[in-house]
């Protein structure tokens, strides 16, 4: 079991690394591109999903739509000026908190024929250092064990449970685990079981 969890810690730690180097990536990207994702409901109901990118910022949201067709699935990109780079500044100041935001809007327009349809959005704006940070937790915890698990195999203690090893260097008496490179002597080796 202890194996096991091990095993999916550094699963997590990998794929913590990998979005750690995609949010860097749209992070550095947002100042220079703006993108705009939209992902129609499986159910082809009036939902969609939206995901935007704006200077130092990501807005997660959905969309919902009466009387109107949702856009087709999408991903525009386009530059961004420097008006729309002091308006985030801006609105990133003065809205987000610790890095976050939630906005409910509604909104009405009209089509190309003059009718009018209605619309609602939710979003989630978050600072893109906010996703940094939260990516970085599980590596940092990853290096720390490594580097207390070298420590304490280097000044003398057991490397699985930390025990004091100057008494007894060839075997832990707490854990029974044998130090890297000791071999057990011939009478702490288990003898194999007998077949049958």
């Known amino acids: ?37 939209l992902f129609p409901h499986p159910s082809g109901s009036n939902w969609a999903y939206v995901l935007k990118t704006y200077p130092g ?17 999408h991903w525009k990109t386009e530059k961004v000026d420097a008006l729309e780079m002091r308006l985030s500044r801006y609105w990133d100041s003065e809205h987000l908190t610790f890095g976050f935001a939630y906005i409910r809007t509604g909104f009405i327009g009209r089509t190309g024929s003059n009718t009018k349809y209605f619309g609602q959005w939710r979003e989630l704006f978050a600072s893109f250092w906010n996703f940094c940070v939260l990516t970085t937790i599980a590596p940092g915890i990853f290096v720390w064990q490594a580097t207390r698990k070298a420590k304490r195999r280097g000044s003398g203690f057991c490397s699985i449970c930390g025990y004091d090893l100057r008494a007894t ?28």
């Open 1 to 37: 079991m202890k194996r096991l969890r091990r095993c999916l810690f550094n699963v997590f730690v990998v794929v913590s690394l990998l979005l750690f180097v995609v949010a860097m990536t749209l992070w550095v990207r947002s100042y220079y591109r703006k993108d705009d994702i």
């Open 169 to 196: 260097p060839d075997r832990c008496p707490e854990c029974g685990t044998v130090p890297a490179g000791k071999k057990p002597t011939q009478a702490e080796q288990v003898p194999p079981a007998p077949k049958t």
């Open 57 to 73: 910022t990501l807005d997660l949201g959905t969309l919902q739509m009466w009387d109107a067709p949702l856009d087709a699935p």
